[in-house]
């Protein structure tokens, strides 16, 4: 049986026509620090996330994109707006692409979500569909954020860019979802650290991980299995 959502990526490929997908997180929180579970709450930047997008917008700058999609959260729309102010280009503001709703676990720190629901950390830990805190499944997030990346992705010209300026988990579910994964091996995907990005290619068999957590520039891929 096809797992849901493996044809995805599919469609968005059908021309192999070389397009590249950055996914990139927003700059450093002050709940970030705090190890805060953040989720659709709106946090602002700290100083230092500013810096972390100022910098990281100079390298994904001189990748020329195409357009830039982010979520219409703070922390996501002051991130893209350093890359949108060095290249010129409008931002697209999707709720979309918002961070997990997770309930009640938003606002407590790790070790309070481990305190008080530890079972239930547990069994989303093992793959388990959870509603974190009576919040969203991770296929509910991928559910909304998947296609935005996909429609934006359609509008772009054969070998061109889309940045997409959005969450960490709501990174990793689209990943998951795009490149056809079950989504209980979604968490297989390493964490984003703040202002780095992921980067999908486009092959003839569809969405390809070329690149995660990167906060350097590519190099090119050379050898057999590029």
């Not at 620090?33 to 997008?53: H, M, P, W, Y």
């Not at 703040?194 to 520039?217: D, I, K, P, Y």
Request: hydrophobic fraction near 40%; charged fraction near 25%; proline fraction near 4%.
């Amino acid at each position: 049986m096809t797992p849901p959502g493996a044809d995805a990526g599919k469609g968005a490929s059908a021309g192999t026509t070389g397009r590249r997908l950055i996914l990139w997180r927003h700059g450093q929180t002050a709940w970030n620090v705090e190890r805060r579970f953040q989720g659709s709450t709106d946090i602002a930047l700290t100083e230092t996330g500013i810096g972390q997008a100022r910098r990281a917008a100079r390298l994904l700058a001189s990748l020329k994109p195409d357009a830039i999609v982010a979520s219409d959260l703070g922390r996501a729309a002051a991130t893209a707006a350093e890359l949108a102010a060095l290249t010129g280009l409008e931002v697209t503001h999707d709720k979309g692409l918002r961070e997990t709703y997770a309930g009640t676990w938003q606002g407590l720190t790790h070790e309070e979500i481990l305190a008080r629901h530890g079972e239930q950390y547990a069994a989303w830990k093992r793959g388990e569909p959870v509603r974190r805190g009576g919040g969203e499944l991770e296929t509910e997030v991928a559910d909304r954020a998947a296609p935005v990346v996909l429609r934006h992705a359609e509008k772009l010209p054969g070998g061109g860019t889309l940045v997409v300026v959005s969450h960490g988990g709501t990174i990793r579910t689209t990943i998951g979802r795009l490149l056809g994964l079950e989504a209980r091996h979604w968490e297989s995907l390493g964490g984003l650290s703040n202002c780095c990005w992921s980067v999908l290619g486009e092959g003839a068999r569809g969405w390809r991980l070329l690149e995660h957590n990167a906060g350097t520039l590519p190099v090119p891929v050379l050898g057999d299995d590029d």
